[in-house]
């Protein structure tokens, strides 16, 4: 079993639609939760990063941690073209140095 | 905002020679990593190293070597590169364990060998 699961989609929505992206965990020490955008032949670039459970709101965007669910989400409202993307999640704990990620969701917002 | 940079964002190279990749941050992180993506099949970790000449295997080493001689900068290396080899490779890094760790990336170097 991965220790990170996440739906490749593709997902596509029309220009306005809330987007739902998620991932599950197999790791209860996980503490630390990451989105990565990736527009294609880019490196990843950090989008939202929450610590432990709860949410967080950054403009158009919010990740939402379940930690009792080992699920974690990012919401993104109002959603652009420019939002078409590949979306990483990623995850670490306190101790040690790795990093473990989804395999990324395929997202296309249609004008 | 840390800047991770990668020296090529796009090379091609053949069957049997030796190539290098570079990375630089500018963050004074401790951590730095290689991974390898391909599509299906997401990020791989190839190496890290958390420390100035200190290296860590991750999954997939075979076929490559790493060199960190200064903390900013460290150096990816096929030493036979295959066909097999072709992917892009991202750069990273972040600071120690228990400070709040974030992984930043660098923009990516697409390898081709021919």
């Known amino acids: 079993q991965k220790e990170v699961e996440q739906d490749p989609g593709p997902l596509s929505v029309p220009e306005g639609a809330i987007v739902s992206l998620n991932c599950t965990y197999s790791n209860s020490a996980f503490q630390y939760f990451m989105w990565y955008r990736q527009y294609s032949r880019k490196g990843p670039e950090l989008l939202m990063y929450?610590?432990?459970?709860g949410n967080k709101e950054d403009g158009r965007f919010t990740a939402q941690v379940d930690k009792s669910s080992k699920y974690i989400s990012l919401f993104i409202r109002d959603s652009q073209p420019s939002d078409s993307a590949t979306y990483l999640c990623?995850?670490?704990?306190?101790?040690?140095?790795?990093?473990?990620f989804g395999t990324g969701t395929s997202l296309t917002v249609i004008p | 905002d840390v800047k991770v940079t990668q020296s090529s964002r796009y090379l091609v190279k053949r069957t049997g020679e030796k190539v290098f990749l570079e990375c630089v941050q500018d963050?004074?992180?401790?951590?730095m990593f290689w991974y390898r993506q391909d599509p299906g099949l997401g990020l791989r970790l190839i190496y890290f190293?958390?420390?100035?000449?200190?290296?860590e295997k991750g999954d997939i080493p075979e076929g490559y070597s790493v060199s960190r001689e200064k903390k900013e900068r460290f150096s990816l290396i096929l030493e036979s590169a295959s066909t097999n080899q072709t992917s892009m490779y991202l750069c990273?890094?972040?600071?120690?364990?228990?400070?709040?760790?974030?992984?930043?990336f660098g923009s990516g170097t697409q390898l081709s060998v021919l």
């Open positions: 990273a890094s972040s600071s120690s364990p228990g400070t709040g760790e974030k992984l930043f």
């Open positions: 929450t610590y432990s459970s």
């Open positions: 990623a995850m670490t704990r306190t101790t040690g140095n790795q990093f473990y």
């Open positions: 963050m004074d992180h401790e951590n």
């Open positions: 190293s958390y420390d100035v000449k200190m290296k």
